[in-house]
């Protein structure tokens, strides 16, 4: 997927974009401030936010204008990705219960392009069908969760 690009580089918003669209059965929507919105059957995985009441600078009150959601497969892989204080992503209230992360894409370039693309990969993983999303697999060698006996469900 990463093609030719140093993935030990860091990750950018441009690499969000083209990391996405490399994904299969992906279309691009833009929300109504014209925001990219990355679905997969339908189904967002990707999602540009606008700025809202709570993602705002502690500091300030200043609403954040660069924050991506990345959703993802379960509240521990939530947990793995928002536990550590040092990690560039977060959550908010508001997303309690909703498996998603957010990230500002200011902070992006602490991610190399190899991490940012397993977070791609993993939110998009996290919304396509079953069917799409072994297929995906298969087809570089990987296995499901399930087959893999890490979890008893499809949709772990």
């Known amino acids: ?43 967002s995985f990707i999602f540009f936010r606008t700025p809202r009441p709570d993602a705002a600078d502690p500091a300030t009150g200043e609403r954040y204008d660069d924050v991506i959601m990345f959703w993802v497969a379960s509240e521990a892989d939530k947990h ?11 959550t908010t ?20 392009r190899e991490e940012l693309a397993e977070v791609v990969q993993e939110a998009w993983l996290s919304r396509a069908s079953a069917r799409r999303g072994a297929q995906w697999l298969a087809s570089r060698g990987l296995r499901t969760r399930v087959e893999s006996g890490q979890c008893r469900s499809t949709h772990c």
């Open 93 to 112: 209230a508001h997303f309690d219960g909703h498996p998603s992360v957010l990230v500002r894409a200011s902070r992006l370039d602490e991610l190399s």
């Open 1 to 43: 997927m990463l093609g030719s690009m140093d993935t030990a580089e860091p990750a950018t918003v441009a690499d969000v974009h083209a990391m996405a669209m490399t994904m299969p059965h992906v279309t691009c929507e833009h929300g109504p401030a014209g925001n990219p919105v990355y679905q997969v059957g339908g189904k």
């Open 80 to 90: 793995a990705l928002t536990g550590d204080p040092r990690s560039p992503f977060f």
